[in-house]
């Protein structure tokens, strides 16, 4: 084929493709012009996941008759002037690439009327081919249709996911922007259901409920720091949002959102400080959930080296970086407990090393566990673990006299060849998982109707996800019911379970769902197993009776994999007559 230049239409439909990649994007690109527009009140409605209908309506500022047309065309904005601006962008948009992009791809129709107007104007586009601009009859601001995505882009509809997934990506994306924009009335409905509608008085935690569930939110912590020029940095900088504390964790870096100057930004080298900030106060891969915004001078990020805007680049990372993480930190240590055994204190070994007494730390289970994983790995001469490799993991243990229980967290275990400490948490998590996962593979899970059935609401992309898991819940012995929009209602849980939370329960299961779009069946179940069982297990900090402490043991003792919890970590630490008697120079070191 000789070189010739492409036509209009398909040099149009190459570009869209880096700013339109999926229903979810034509919402971002739509509500993003809303905020520029200045809207106070935004109305989202998809159908069929946004393949049939996108819509996105506003009460701003609207786009005069006359520049109707221009709006749709490629590189047209009324945002930016001189090449110079792109360094002090505070608007969301300024490429003037989506309208026409969108309207390369897809049947879009946008009507308009400004406020100095009396009629409105109304533009069609299809594949590309702009009609001519109408007079019609609208209220002031803007709303556009975007009706049959991709459908002259063949392969891109090959590329979607499941309705689900991309309704997911829909909700993910409005819910994060409805908390940035707490101002801003939003409301999201798909089809004729109303997935999310926010008042747009400002509160962010009842927008935080949304995105994480009542409990969650009530838990999250503020964060809000200002750097002062005048320490040096001779940059002002803002950081303010929420964190959670370091009992709410997830195994996924989803829910750790960064929004620079109000824009939502994915790929940012802040997730880095965020983590690091919570460093030694999660247990190994577990992450914060973490919505924050920070502020920064326009002119000190770049934000133009994205097409879809989703990456920023700093002008002074290092300095941004200490800061979100010094902020991050601060909040954190402001709330946390300072725990009742450092272990550092205790053995004295070589176990504390690269800790830092100093600092308070949390007490409970998540860092007495990565405490415990830590000594695993680094106490060579010290404690010795039985997570050493000598020890599978499967080894049964010994019978064990019960001595007692410390700190509420540990039990103390005399064996014929020394001592042992339990976590007691980790312990029931491993029994619990045995007793479940045995009354699984018999295909009989006992279930217990609740004297009261329990309703939970979820964020509308978990409550989707539930939704089409019912099943699977069931053969659990979980009886779930949809009970409204977003809500169900527990009516029943394992008889295993009786008397703990079922709405924790079941929120520890939606948690699960999400981690993985399609993962096998075997493999979600025994997931899932390993998820309730660790929420439903005893806590560190939970003081046991005698009775209680030696059924653990027992049980424990009759488990096939008694020394790891379902997540591979130890349940115990072995301190060998050997090694103490080494230890107290009773003997010779090895
Ligand atoms: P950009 O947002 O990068 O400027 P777009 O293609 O998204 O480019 O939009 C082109 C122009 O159309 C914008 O600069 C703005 O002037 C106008 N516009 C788009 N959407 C709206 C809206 N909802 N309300 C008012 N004006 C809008
Ligand atoms: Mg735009």
Redesign the pocket.
């Known amino acids: 084929m000789p070189i010739h230049l492409l036509s209009p239409e398909v040099a149009s439909q190459i570009a869209a493709g880096e700013v339109v990649e999926r229903p979810a994007s034509v919402v971002k690109?739509?509500v993003?012009?809303?905020l520029?527009?200045g809207?106070k009140s935004i109305s989202i409605t998809i159908e069929d996941a946004g393949r049939r209908l996108i819509e996105?309506a506003?009460d701003?500022?609207?786009?005069p008759a006359d520049?109707l047309a221009?709006?749709?065309s490629?590189h047209?904005?009324?945002?930016?002037a001189t090449a110079k601006e792109l360094f002090s962008i505070s608007?969301?948009?300024?490429?003037?690439?989506?309208?026409?992009?969108?309207g390369s791809v897809s049947r879009m129709t946008?009507t308009?009327r400004v406020a100095d107007s009396a009629t409105g104007a109304r533009i069609r586009v299809e594949g590309g081919q702009e009609g001519v601009v109408e007079q019609v009859g609208a209220p002031v601001?803007?709303v556009?249709q975007v009706e049959n995505l991709f459908y002259n882009v063949p392969a891109r509809l090959k590329f979607l996911k499941a309705d689900t997934t991309e309704r997911r990506a829909i909700d993910t994306f409005i819910t994060r922007y409805a908390l940035a924009y707490p101002d801003v009335r939003f409301k999201l409905a798909e089809g004729k259901k109303v997935a999310l509608q926010t008042s747009g008085d400002g509160d962010q935690r009842a927008i935080l409920a949304t995105l994480y569930g009542v409990d969650t939110a009530k838990q999250m912590l503020e964060v809000i720091a200002e750097d002062d020029p005048s320490t040096g940095s001779g940059q002002a900088m803002k950081l303010s949002g929420f964190i959670s504390p370091t009992s709410v964790t997830r195994s996924n870096r989803r829910e750790m959102t960064f929004f620079i100057n109000g824009r939502w930004v994915q790929d940012i080298p802040l997730n880095a400080a965020l983590t690091q900030a919570y460093h030694t106060l999660l247990m190994v891969g577990r992450y914060p959930l973490a919505m924050l915004f920070l502020d920064v001078d326009p002119e000190a990020v770049d934000v133009n080296v994205h097409p879809a805007k989703a990456e920023v680049r700093f002008r002074e990372q290092d300095k941004v970086f200490s800061f979100v993480q010094r902020a991050v930190r601060r909040a954190l240590l402001a709330y946390a407990p300072v725990p009742s055994l450092p272990p550092a204190t205790l053995w004295g070994g070589p176990a504390s090393r690269g800790s830092q007494p100093s600092e308070p730390r949390q007490a409970g289970l998540d860092w007495s566990m990565a405490q415990d994983a830590k000594q695993a790995e680094t106490a060579g001469t010290g404690v010795e673990s039985e997570r050493e490799a000598e020890q599978p993991e499967f080894a049964n243990i010994p019978l064990l006299r019960l001595i007692g229980q410390i700190g509420a967290t540990y039990l103390v275990a005399e064996g014929p060849d020394g001592l042992y400490l339990i976590d007691q948490h980790a312990a029931h998590e491993r029994v619990l998982f045995e007793k479940l996962m045995l009354q699984h593979d018999k295909r009989n899970i006992p279930s217990q109707a609740l004297l009261e059935p329990v309703s939970i609401t979820l964020p509308p992309a978990q409550a989707a996800l539930l939704g089409e898991q019912l099943e699977l819940l069931n053969h659990f012995g979980f009886q779930v019911e949809p009970f409204g929009p977003n809500i169900f209602q527990v009516r029943a849980m394992p008889t295993l379970f009786s008397g703990s939370d079922a709405s924790s329960a079941l929120r520890a299961l939606v948690e699960d769902f999400e981690e993985d779009e399609t993962p096998l069946q075997e493999e979600l179940e025994a997931r899932i197993a390993a998820r309730v069982c660790k929420r439903m297990a005893v806590k560190a900090g939970q003081t046991l009776s005698s009775d209680e402490q030696r059924a653990l043991l027992t049980d424990l003792e009759n488990c096939d994999s008694p020394r790891t919890c379902p997540h591979g970590r130890p349940t115990m630490i072995h301190l060998s007559v050997d090694m103490l008697e080494r230890q107290f120079g009773r003997k010779g070191p090895r």
């Not at 701003?60 to 786009?63: M, V």
């Not at 608007?91 to 989506?98: C, D, I």
Request: without cysteine; charged residues 20%; aromatic residues 2%.
């Open positions: 690109e739509l993003e012009n809303a520029d527009a809207a996105v506003d701003g500022s609207g786009i520049e221009l709006a749709v490629r047209a904005t009324s945002k930016l608007t969301l948009g300024f490429r003037g690439e989506a309208l026409a992009s969108i946008i308009s601001g803007t556009v």
